[in-house]
């Protein structure tokens, strides 16, 4: 059974500006973790002589996490409720944080188990916090307030790369991430203590049931069905270019891995400054028109990127940041509209897409091995052209 609305409601009224600030938290955190990967996946290459195909499976096993995950993470919601469900998140996430430990000094494969922990847990945070946040006010403004809370988890991409350089030195050795990650692991602790304790409004349908599989669901709303292979594609794109931009700037500017690693804070505020733009763009603008604009632009951008050389090629492929910033929060709430009470089964599967994280680096990783760095950016600018199609095709969704 479900109600005619973008997201789920309140169980009663509520001011929602409290708890909308406490899980903007949560976005802060899981994008500081996130875009940390990018500093190491270069670090971790030159420090076991890695290919970048073997390179890319730290992403393969973070983002691999999320495929597998998600749905049960999605019955873990139901069950446990929101709230609650972002807690447990959070304890499994410094629990894989606190696994840097050892890893530091057991070798590649221990670094991969404990990116998967970690990953683990931020996608319980994302199947709980994503949907929470398009149900703290009016469907229609859904998407500007997902892009605002996103715009928090950019900022927390863009002061990564600053602390990714104190772990970046090779001379430091593997053993440069256990205090960084230590400390990362004990905020997240303190984080879910407080989150535990916080009194947040709850979803009235957060614990109906529903007879339906995810794939039913999916099958029933076309909207969703398209909007999980939109989200494969971004996050897909958006994670290969991360992961291989340090690389590239180091060819494209010839700057040591130290000297490039800031640039990825470019890359990054470049979406955070976007996502700011974009809340007060999409109350003028149809979000499928906004995302496909987006998406267009970050194809020509990565046009310029692959058929140039030097600070032309590097700041086109920053400039994709900024496409980036209103993509993920966009296409999650267009997917997400009129589900009612099957929000958290399309929350899962949107999160269980986010697998495109996992592939399409492998996918460029090779690319770049048989045909070289610069031409393996083709296989994002593909995905980028996929994403715009999708906005073009659901600009009236919520007319």
Known sequence: MSVPSSALPLAKPANSRAPLAIVTLLFFMWGLLTSLNDVLIPHLKALYTLSYLQAMLVQFCFFGAYFLVSLPAGRLIQRLGYQRGAVFGLVVAAVGCLLFLPAATSGYALFLFAFFVLAAGITVLQVAANPYVTALGDPRTASSRLTLTQAFNALGTA??????VLILPEAAGAAGVQGPYLSLGAALLVLAGLFAMA??????AENTPTTDSSVAVA????????GIVAIFLYVGAEVSIGSLLINFIQEAAGLTAAQAAPYLSVYWGGAMVGRFVGVGLMRFMAPGRLLAVHAALAVALIAVGVTTHGPVAMWALLAVGLCNSIMFPTIFSMALHRLGAQTAHGSGLLCMAIVGGALLPLVQGYAADVIGLQASFGVPALCYAGIAIYGWRNISLFR
């Open 159 to 164: 002061v990564a790369p600053a602390l990714g």
């Open 199 to 204: 009194r947040l409004p709850r979803i009235a």
């Open 219 to 226: 099958l029933a709303n076309p909207h969703l069905a398209w």
